[in-house]
C-alpha cells in the first residue's frame, strides 16, 4: 500500500481515483462505513481508492498544549486501511499552510488539480479550508459544477447515539476497555518500541516491556488484562501497569506488558499491545513483598479474563 503526502503530485495510476476524505483517528465502525462506500465507487466503476487523513491532527496545530488524544498511529491507520480495501493512504499534513488554504484552493488545487479525483466520500460533518468554511454541502456543489461525484455518508448510530471518537475517547479514559473495542470493532491497541527501564519488574520476578504513551490517549491509569502482537506474528497473553508506577521513585509514566510464559528479548521491537479488561487502579504498596503478592493476583485475574475473550 503506498503512503502519498498531500504536497505531492499523485502517481498516474491513482489519478481518477475515489478518495475517502476525513481524519479517521481510530478507524472506528463510523469511519469504516464511510471507506466502505468509497470502496464500493472505487469497485463499481474500476477506479482506484484513497483514504485520506490528517496527520498531525488540527487540534494539534491549532491548541498546541492539548493533552495527548490520538488512538492510532499513523502507521497503525495505514494498516487498517489496507485492511478495508484501500491502495493508498493520503496524508494531509496539518501545518500552517494547510490551515490557510482556502475551501475553494482546496477542492481546485489539491483535490482536482494534483489527486484529479473522479469522487470524494465523506461523512456528513466533515470541514475544510481556512476558518472550517467549507461544508459537505459546498463539496456537493463542487461536484456539480466542476464534474465529480460526491456522497455523504449518514453516521453510524447505536442506542440513538452516534459512534464517534469522542465516545471511544470518553471510554477509554474511564478504563471501558470492552465499549471501546465494540466502537472500534477491536480492542483500543497501543504500539511502540520496547524499551530499556530500570528492570523492577525482573527483580519482581514480572519482567515488563517498556513503551512509552507517546501521542496515544491516555487510559485509565491502572492494571489490564492484554494481549501483545508481535512483529514475527506471535500473540501472547498479559497484564499491563498504565500509569506512573507510584511504588517507585521516580515516577515515570510507561506502559508496562508483562507476558505470561514469555521470557524472549524485546528490546527494540515494535509491538502492539492490546487492552482487553480493566482490573483495578495503580496503587502503591508500602513493601515489595505486599506487590508481588497483588501482582499475583492480577495476573491471575487478567488469565482469567482473557480466557473469556475471544481473540
Known sequence: ????????????????????????DGFHRGHQAVVGRAVH??????RPIIVATFDPHPVRHFQPDAPPFRLTTLDQRQALFADAGAQAMMVFEFGPELAGT???????????????VAGVVTGNDFVFGKGRKGDVVMLAEYAKSHGFFTEIAAP???????????RIRDAIKAGDCETAAHLLTR??????????????????????????LGSYIRPKYGIYAVRGRL??????NGAANIGIRP??????ELLEPYFFDFSDDLYGQTIEVELISFIREEAKF??????????????????????????
Do not use: W
Open 156 to 166: 453510524v448510530n447505536e442506542d440513538e447515539m452516534i459512534i464517534s471518537s469522542s
Open 247 to 252: 511504588s517507585f521513585d521516580p515516577p515515570i
Open 1 to 24: 500500500m503506498q503512503r502519498l503526502f498531500h504536497r505531492d503530485s499523485v502517481p498516474d495510476e491513482l489519478r481518477g481515483g475515489v478518495i475517502a476524505l476525513g481524519n479517521f
Open 102 to 116: 482556502t475551501a475553494e484552493d482546496f477542492v481546485e488545487e489539491i483535490l482536482l488539480n494534483r489527486f484529479g
Open 41 to 46: 465507487h472505487a469497485d463499481d466503476d474500476k
Open 231 to 236: 512483529p514475527d506474528g506471535r500473540t501472547l
Open 187 to 212: 480492542p483500543f491497541t497501543i504500539e511502540g518500541v520496547v524499551e530499556h527501564g530500570s528492570k523492577n519488574g525482573r527483580k519482581l520476578g514480572y519482567p515488563t516491556a517498556n513503551i512509552q
Open 286 to 311: 508500602d513493601d515489595l513483598e505486599a506487590l508481588k503478592a497483588q501482582m499475583a493476583d492480577d495476573c491471575a485475574e487478567a488469565e482469567r479474563r482473557l480466557t473469556q475473550h475471544i481473540m
